[in-house]
Nanobody
């Protein structure tokens, strides 16, 4: 059974940093694209960042470009999201997702497997 488990969320002041982790189990995702999405109350789930199989290509939403960095450790079957210069508008539930293949899209429908999410709250 495939499981994605996020960790690292919490409460941080504006300007601070957090590092989210997503540990996968049940299959190896080293050659699969993985991504991060977020959803704030009353809003649709939105794309944050994605990384291709092998970690060679990355893709970011304009709203986080230059502040967030996605990376992966294929040996640990884990993907990370380093979030710097956090803003109150980054407050949301953050979800990890894994694709069935190598395509790293920006739509939720591009991903097959999902974690349960972790809350990130940025205070002003």
């Amino acid at each position: 059974q495939v499981q994605l488990v996020e960790s690292g969320g919490g409460l941080v002041q504006a300007g601070g940093s957090l590092r989210l982790s997503c540990a996968a189990s049940g299959r190896t995702f080293s050659s699969s694209a993985m991504g991060w999405f977020r959803q704030a109350p009353g809003k649709e789930r939105e794309f944050v960042a994605a990384i291709g199989g092998g970690g060679g290509n990355t893709y970011y939403a304009d709203s986080v470009k230059g502040r967030f960095t996605i990376s992966r450790d294929s040996g640990k079957n884990t993907v990370y999201l380093q979030m710097n210069s956090l803003r109150p508008e980054d407050t949301a539930f953050y979800y990890c997702a894994a694709a069935a293949g190598t395509y790293y899209g920006s739509r939720p429908s591009d991903y097959t497997y999902w974690g349960r999410g972790t809350q990130v709250t940025v205070s002003s």
